[in-house]
Each structure stands twice: as structure tokens, then as C-alpha cells.
């Protein structure tokens, strides 16, 4: 979730049958045919979710009724494994799409950006990126995407009338959190919700808290890569298992920890019987529908760590949209124009209309709607201030399979934090060596 055998013939038909055109004309240019002549066309592949297709949409219509003489045609391709394929196969055998919307990070670095896409540098709006996002679609000083919808946080989903009615600040290093839990906990409201039996959930604490990895040992992503840096053995890398114990010992949990299943746990927030739910902010789409009136008692804020003068969030970054090598001459001209106008506020405005966005633009002069859900407004001060780095999937291949495993038994009570660090790190040297990484 945090993290083609290709039946190409069938990945492939699901494109084309998935395929349709957007028109670039404007009312005034329909039918005619000398300026469709002289149109510059191009395709643009999207996975079919549709948030994403409903925002590639957008961004199609708002572009080309500015640029009547580009024309732009949006194609559709399976999502998950299938879809990884079906860009991976196009990409290889020179049949991408002009212009494709795909992944960051690790999964970015695996179709070989120098060898298959079109470098952006030299993008004119490529100064208003968010520097932290840059990273995750660059390869060796160059970059080659901007981003396509808003970024995602990884931290502490909370209930804002519970801090009210305890006078609670937000906190900004572990023991504050762990004295407002204290307090929670005497007013008989549990701290923390967990929901083991959707054992994903069980992550976060470990996930989430690598902003404060990065913060305290810059570059680790790198050595754990190269195999040169372990959780075990380093201690700001193994605070996420500790924390997870921690708050099992404190007694600060929900009674029915082990039973409760993720949308449940979001219910028990809104509805007061937690007060702390260690979560992403796309669940906040989910406690906007199943609990319309408690949505405004809904905040966010990062994890914290031990310095809160380092205090920031750990960011899953959005997907990129990026252009293939194939790409020249007049096409290669517009595609950059077209990733120009998404790296925009006119082209993030496009997005949050066509779809209500999940977090943050990562664009300089973006801003989000005003009828988002405050839980989604609490993520921008971390991006304003420049308070945020990359969740470490977008930094390196490596996740260990099972690690959800793992961090229920932590979370149990189980199994100890150190424990839990070394099994984990025996997990991913299995994945690295799979992977064929240099160094495992």
C-alpha cells in the first residue's frame, strides 16, 4: 500500500479500448480545418483511477483552450503491477506516449530516466518545484518530471475538540505527545488508535517518523541502499519500533486494538473515543464520507521527533508526469509547454478543480481550495516552511515485506523495539538481494 509479468497483448488492448480524445479547439475553431492542420497533437498516458483521470482531464481542458493549436490525447492504462508493465513494455519497446503519467521515487529511478525520458531542466517554471519532490524524479543533476496532484503526509491524524476540551497544544517532540497522551488517558479517552486487524495500519509510527531519520542522519536513505546503515544499529532509524512499544506499555491504546479494522478506527476518532490516530491524509477523504459532521473536529500534524527545532513531515510524494526521449522537434516543444502549465498555479488551480486534491500543490503561489478539510490545510505550513522530506520508498527500492508483521507484534506487545529492528533488517536483506542491489 505504501509500496509485467506483462500480458502485454492484454495490458495493451485495455490502453486502447481505455483510450479517448480531448479536444483542443475552442467554441470558435470547431471544424476548422486549416488549424487543425497546423495542430501540434499529442498523447498522454494516465492510469484509470479516477482521481487521476479526472485530473489529467482537467488539466487537458484548461491547457488547450489557451492552446488551441496543441491538441492533446489521453490515453488509459490498467493501474498497479499491470499498469507498471504496460509503461515499463511502451517505454522499452519505443511506443510510449508523448507525455505519461506515472510514479516518483524508487519506482521512477526503475525505468531508467536517462535512457527513456526527455530531460525538463531547462522548464521554465522548474524553480517553483518543491525542492524535496524534485529529488524523488531526478537522475544525476537532471530532472524529468513535475508534479501531478498534491502530495500526501504520513503523521498524526487527531481530534481537535478533544485538545480543545483538554487545552491541549500540538506537539512537537515525542514527549510532548506522550504527556498529552498522559492527560488523555486520565480524562478517560483512549490515546491512540490502532486497528491491528488491518495489519498495513500498524506501520506509521515506523513510516512516518523518517522525517526525523533524515533530520538527525542526512543521507541515510543513501548508506541503507548500499547497504552500508541498518535500523538495528542506528538509533534515530530505530526510534519507529520504540515508539510503537512505547505507547503499548504507556496502556495508552484502544481496548480493541487487535480487532479494529482501519475505517472503524477512523469512525472512533471522529466520533471522540480516541483521540490520536497515526495515519496518511488521504484517510481523510474516507472520515469526510463516513462522518460528514465531524470532519471539522479533524486535524493533522506531523510526527514528532526528539528536537523540535528539526521538527517537520514525512511526505509520500505525489506522481510525476514526465516525457518520453522519443519525444522531439515541435512535440518535444509543446509537452514542455504542457509541464510548464502543470507546474503553475493556473495548472494546479485546474487540478483542484477537476478533483479535490489529497494535500498540498508542490508548486511555488499554489494554494488550496478554501472548502478542503482542515486536516488537508494543517500539511501546508510544513511545505511554506520547508519543513519536510520524502517517505524513505521514494528514496530507496528497499521495504521489507514484512514489516506490517512486524510492527503488529511490536504494537502487541510482543515482541521489544531492538528485536524488531534486527528481524526487520534480515527481512530486507532478502528483498535487496532479490532486487540484485550492489553491496547485499
Known sequence: MFMVSRRRIAALAAVAVGAWVVSACSPGDLGSSDKDSQATTLTFLVDNS?????????????????NPTI???VETRPQGSDGDNVVKTRLAT?????????NSGSLFQALKPE????TITDLSSAGDIDAAFKTTVSANGQLYGVPAGGATGGGILYNKAIYSQLSLQVPKTWADFMANNAKIKAAGIAPVIQSYQDSWTSQLFVLADFHNVSAAQPGWAGRYTANQAKYATTPAAMRGFQHLQEVHDADYLNKDFASLKFEQGLKALADGKGAHYPMLTFAVGTIAQQSPDKIKDIGFFAQPGDDASKYGLTVWEPAGIYVAKKTNGAKLDAAKKFL????SKEGCDAQAKAFTPSGPFLVKGCTLPA???GAIKDMQPYFDGGNNS??????SPIKGPSLEQITVEVGSGIRKADSAAELYDQDVKKQAQQLGLPGW
Not at 535512457?115 to 526527455?118: E, S, V
Not at 510548464?340 to 507546474?343: I, K, N, S, T, Y
Open 50 to 66: 479516477d482521481p487521476t483521470v479526472k485530473t489529467a482531464q482537467g488539466l487537458v481542458n484548461a491547457f488547450t483552450a489557451k
Open 71 to 73: 491538441k492533446i490525447t
Open 94 to 102: 519505443g511506443d510510449m506516449s508523448d507525455i505519461f503519467w506515472y
Open 115 to 118: 535512457q527513456n525520458l526527455a
Open 340 to 343: 510548464a502549465f502543470v507546474a
Open 371 to 373: 472548502d478542503v478539510p
Open 390 to 395: 520524502p517517505a524513505l520508498e521514494f528514496l
